[in-house]
């Protein structure tokens, strides 16, 4: 079964605003990560946030991550028509060495 | 400078034949990846190399076999293929068997 659950699956919004997405998984992980897709391309790594770290930031990137309710946030801020993609999150699980698991993926479009 | 570069980027065939696609990594990781990722762009692990040795095989029909010749190659033959093997099949590095993953641009199968 899936472990990453993404929510929404997928969110439109105008330049400028905050975009939001959250992601539900089920077991203890060792980290969490987030991926972005362009449309036809290969995954980018954006964050890596490990299971003892509450919040990080990269840039205009901004990951929560609450281990008591087995979720996580990606916040872009003043987002721009290039963040348009998909976003993935994935879980390395404990125990599984070196196995991520994606989620669903939310596809966020962003218009001028 | 490409770190991960997949051969070919298209792959247009007929069911039953027997095809292979390529992975290079020019960045020095020990682990490898081969991902799938479906028409809902759900993305699943298929094996793992680390040092050319297999340590990830999900469950995957033994149609596909990977090969390792060395640290920074890893292929992917398919045997008998089939309409369901139609995917993007992404490669991915990593330095560590906890950190982050650097993926390929995929290969887009097509198989009629």
């Known amino acids: 079964s899936q472990q990453g659950e993404e929510d929404p699956q997928a969110l439109s919004i105008q330049e400028g605003e905050n975009a939001t997405m959250n992601c539900s998984y089920k077991?203890?992980?060792?980290?969490l990560q987030w991926y972005r897709q362009n449309s036809g391309r290969g995954l980018v790594h954006l964050i890596l946030?490990?299971?003892?770290?509450r919040e990080k930031h990269s840039g205009r990137l901004r990951v929560t991550l609450d281990t008591s309710k087995k979720s996580s946030s990606l916040l872009i801020t003043a987002s721009r028509a290039a963040d348009t993609a998909s976003y993935f999150c994935a879980t390395l699980n404990t125990g599984t060495a070196s196995k991520l698991t994606f989620g669903t993926g939310t596809r966020l479009q962003v218009t001028l | 400078d490409t770190a991960v570069s997949q051969t070919p980027k298209y792959l247009v065939t007929q069911m039953g034949n027997d095809k292979s696609i390529k992975c290079e990594q020019n960045?020095?990781?020990?682990?490898m990846y081969w991902y799938k990722q479906d028409s809902k762009k759900f993305l699943k692990i298929m094996f793992s190399y680390n040092n050319k040795e297999l340590i990830i095989n999900e469950t995957v029909p033994n149609r596909f076999s990977p090969k390792s010749p060395d640290k920074a190659h890893l292929n992917l033959h398919i045997n008998s293929l089939e309409l369901g093997d139609s995917a993007v099949y992404f490669c991915?590095?990593?330095?560590?068997?906890?950190?982050?993953?650097?993926f390929g641009p995929g290969t887009r199968l097509l198989v009629l």
């Open positions: 946030i490990r299971s003892n770290e």
């Open positions: 077991t203890s992980i060792n980290n």
């Open positions: 991915a590095s990593q330095r560590g068997l906890q950190e982050t993953q650097y």
């Open positions: 960045l020095g990781h020990d682990t």
